[in-house]
């Protein structure tokens, strides 16, 4: 069961204030915020990146689960508190606030034309 667009569409409606994006990836989602991936909606489920302030910030509400199988845990969060504008947005800026920035990615050389190559035509 792959997140539906009009959940996807609500968490980024929540979250318009701190500019956050999504990208669709394998029929679940990845949220951005600052160039920085932040959380994931996989089964119309939020998964937000584990951070010590995060785990603080919930107390009683952490919740540690995988996005999917296989993947790194992550904290769960209820449809209730998505619903709570202030509360998820304070959750999602202390989080971004803890990650690192992001590794520049270097980039793919080309491989095709080689330069000196040349071609027999028939």
Known sequence: MSTKPTTIEYIEDQLASLGVTS???F???ALYCDGKVVALVCDDTL????TEVGMLFLGEKYVEAPAYPGAKPSMRIDEDAIENREWITKLIQITTKSLPKPKPQAR???KWPKKGVRFNKK
Do not use: C, T
């Open 23 to 25: 990208r669709k990836m």
């Open 27 to 29: 029929g679940e989602y």
């Open 47 to 50: 998964f937000v990146k584990i």
């Open 108 to 110: 793919a050389k080309k």
